[in-house]
């Protein structure tokens, strides 16, 4: 297939498209290379990807309508997996209109090429965000996610919504993606993994909030890309089930699917900073703050949905993907 893959610079992008390339389908990367972290290492993941056969990059902001409309039209695309985000639930209460513009105006266009190219399906990134507010555990498809509580969650369930229309009103194929606190090498700089293994082996303390009671349902990134190339390769169908009396939010009469992606099973944050520090082979200094505004304090995923459409859900033991992140760390940063 021909792939067009936003976000391609980005920690889960250049996962999936290195799983794309590998099986043969041909990608076209779009990524503006932003500096919302060190573009060094969006860099490093870019130049990977440009050394494999298949691989073509396109510098641009899928903000950017005019320039989403003409890459849609020039190169007819079969399928489409949109992982451009601006992503950072504490960055959403410092500047929110970075947000609305590459989340909303973003996947606006996103929608708008598909549908225009007819494109045969649209696998995008939801987040495990949306459940805000809810504590009944797990989180489960079926379960309302009206009560977001940061701007970035709002803009995920808003995607979950403009995407549900265009399902509906063009029969375009969409299917989101809820992830649940992905983590592995060439990870974000700005996820707990990454900022508790860098000070750790700088000798500086770590921040840990809530006073390390948030648990989190960790899960590796190569499980999250299984994920997403198994629902990439089953389209979304509508429900012949759906019931208008009682609508499960997850499916519709349209083409149209969400699904969670997690690891199903919570981990304490104390509990992850302590396979950091075997990892690693030293123990964290730890600085206990209370919770910070926009986060909950914890993730659960139900992946029974997941598994059933695709055959597949998560299983990475955190004390084995923690090792696999520390052992890349030690090897890009020469520590």
């Known amino acids: 297939m021909k792939v067009l893959l936003t976000g391609a610079a980005g920690f889960i992008g250049m996962h999936v498209a ?3 390339l590998a099986r043969g389908d041909e990608v076209v990367g779009v990524d503006n290379l932003n500096d919302y972290y060190d573009v060094r290492l969006k860099e490093a993941r870019l130049a990977r990807l440009t050394s494999i056969a298949g691989f073509r990059f396109v510098r641009m902001s899928v903000e950017d309508h005019d320039g989403m409309a003409r890459l849609f039209a020039e190169e007819h695309f079969d399928r489409v997996v949109h992982l451009a985000a601006q992503a950072g639930v504490r960055y959403s209460l410092k500047n929110p209109k970075a ?18 190219a007819g494109v045969r399906h649209l696998v995008y990134a939801s987040s495990s965000s949306v459940y805000g507010g809810n504590t009944k555990m797990p989180f489960s498809e079926a379960d309302s996610v009206d009560h977001p509580v940061s701007l970035y969650a709002a803009t995920k369930k808003a995607n979950e919504l403009m995407a549900h229309t265009y399902s509906h009103l063009y029969g375009l194929p969409t299917t989101g993606l809820r992830f649940f606190t992905v983590y592995g090498p060439w990870g974000r700089p700005d996820m707990a993994l990454f900022l508790f293994t860098r000070a750790m082996i700088e000798g500086r303390p770590i921040d840990v909030f809530n006073h390390g009671e948030m648990q989190r349902d960790f899960t590796y990134i190569d499980d999250i890309v299984e994920g997403v190339i198994r629902t990439l390769d089953r389209v979304a169908e509508p429900d012949a089930t759906f019931d208008g009396e009682h609508p499960h939010p997850g499916r519709s009469r349209a083409p149209f699917r969400v699904f969670n992606i997690g690891n199903q099973g919570p981990v304490k944050l104390l509990d992850f900073i302590v396979a ?27 992946v029974s949905e997941l598994a059933a459409w695709t055959g597949f859900s998560p299983s990475m033991p955190v004390v084995d993907g923690v090792a696999r992140f520390v052992a890349w760390y030690r090897d890009f940063y020469k520590t």
């Open 18 to 20: 290195e799983r794309l």
């Open 276 to 302: 950091i520090e075997q990892a690693l082979g030293m123990t964290a200094q730890k600085n206990l703050l209370p919770m910070q505004p926009g986060d909950v304090p914890a993730t659960y995923a139900d």
């Open 99 to 116: 947000y609305i513009d590459a989340n909303i105006v973003g996947f606006m266009n996103v929608l708008e090429g598909c549908r225009h």
